[in-house]
């Protein structure tokens, strides 16, 4: 779950995007934190300008989820 990477995302935002097989998330700023504490990484702030998911629900054991990030500054 990307919620615990990332500061301020509710559950209830992505209802109803992922069970169309799309999420599209803007300006997320990353949890430092939990990063530091599950990777060895420091960081002192990360942000994502956009992050898109895919997840092709229908052929899901023949198709690969796809996920791209743009504007990745930590």
Known sequence: YIGKYVIGLKREELKLSWWNGFIT????????????EEFPVKISRGFIRK????????????????????????
């Open 25 to 36: 998330l803007l300006n997320l700023e990353l949890n430092t934190k939990t990063l530091e």
């Open 51 to 74: 992050l898109d998911v895919k997840i092709p629900w229908a052929s899901l054991l023949t198709s690969s989820m796809e996920i791209e990030v743009t504007g990745l500054t930590v």
